[in-house]
């Protein structure tokens, strides 16, 4: 088993980089078409990652959407959605009532730091097992307890932090960027990455592995490591209009 899972990170972005607004309320830049897509790279996951503060700024259920993906996924033996999976250094930032935490059938992973375990525990009692990640949780340490817990492919949904620590770590494998045609125009809101710095830049381009359009967004999937041309798979052509 490899030392940590196959890692898509996935996001949709306004024509200026941002992946919401800061309005309080939940931008959806995608449309149905390329929603769709998502449930596909969703299905073909074995789990998915958020960050805690889109567990409380979007309510996100992260499962399978589609019923017949949800079907194959059984008749393969496995749950119909992948476990779901976030991680926090706050005891008081997740809450046991959102919809990620939900009786659906799903297992749930929270990772967070050693100090605030016993209170996480307490907080969300057998909505989720809760993993003491250590002194200082880093993605590295959640991606090998994760490989370890049989996960091998990885589908990351953000937000803007845990993005930027995947990146940073070299840990993505992929990316795929949805750019929607729309302005945010407000620097408070939140873009793909935070300030610092990064592996690809001026000197070091990423690799534009495909283009497509999708309605009226475009996807842009890039490869960012070397297992990209050994386990990357085409599921765009599993989606069902």
């Given at each position: 088993?490899?030392?940590?899972?196959?890692?898509?990170?996935?996001?949709?972005?306004?024509?200026?980089?941002?992946?919401?607004?800061?309005?309080?309320?939940?931008?959806?830049?995608?449309?149905?078409?390329?929603?769709?897509?998502v449930?596909?790279?969703?299905?073909?996951?074995d789990?998915?990652?958020?960050?805690?503060?889109?567990?409380r700024?979007?309510?996100?259920?992260?499962?399978?959407?589609?019923?017949?993906?949800?079907?194959?996924?059984?008749?393969?033996?496995?749950?119909?959605?992948?476990?779901?999976?976030?991680?926090?250094?706050?005891?008081?930032?997740?809450?046991?009532?959102?919809?990620?935490?939900?009786?659906?059938?799903?297992?749930?992973?929270?990772?967070?730091?050693?100090?605030?375990?016993?209170?996480?525990?307490?907080?969300?009692?057998?909505?989720?097992?809760?993993?003491?990640a250590?002194?200082e949780?880093?993605?590295?340490?959640?991606?090998?307890?994760?490989?370890?817990r049989?996960?091998?492919?990885?589908?990351?949904?953000?937000g803007?932090?845990?993005?930027?620590?995947?990146?940073?770590?070299?840990?993505?494998?992929?990316l795929?960027?949805?750019?929607?045609?729309?302005?945010?125009?407000?620097?408070?809101?939140?873009?793909?990455?935070?300030d610092?710095?990064?592996?690809?830049?001026?000197?070091?381009?990423?690799e534009?592995?495909?283009?497509?359009?999708?309605?009226?967004?475009?996807?842009?999937?890039?490869?960012?490591?070397?297992?990209?041309?050994?386990?990357?798979?085409?599921?765009?052509?599993?989606?069902?209009?």
């Open positions: 088993m490899a030392d940590r899972p196959y890692t898509v990170l996935s996001c949709a972005i306004s024509l200026d980089g941002y992946l919401d607004d800061a309005s309080g309320r939940r931008l959806i830049l995608s449309n149905e078409a390329d929603l769709d897509r449930d596909a790279v969703r299905a073909d996951s789990a998915i990652l958020v960050g805690a503060g889109t567990v700024a979007d309510n996100p259920r992260l499962l399978v959407r589609s019923e017949r993906r949800r079907l194959c996924r059984v008749a393969e033996g496995k749950p119909a959605s992948p476990t779901k999976v976030t991680l926090t250094r706050h005891t008081n930032r997740l809450d046991a009532e959102a919809a990620f935490f939900a009786d659906d059938g799903t297992d749930k992973l929270v990772y967070c730091s050693s100090a605030t375990t016993k209170a996480t525990r307490a907080r969300l009692g057998s909505a989720a097992v809760v993993v003491d250590g002194a949780p880093g993605m590295r340490a959640v991606s090998e307890d994760l490989a370890g049989g996960v091998g492919r990885l589908l990351v949904e953000g803007q932090t845990v993005h930027t620590q995947f990146l940073r770590a070299g840990l993505a494998d992929e795929h960027v949805v750019v929607a045609p729309l302005f945010v125009g407000d620097s408070r809101a939140h873009r793909v990455v935070g610092g710095p990064l592996p690809w830049n001026r000197d070091h381009r990423a534009l592995a495909d283009v497509r359009r999708i309605g009226d967004v475009v996807l842009l999937r890039y490869a960012l490591t070397t297992r990209f041309a050994r386990e990357a798979r085409d599921v765009l052509a599993e989606v069902v209009s």
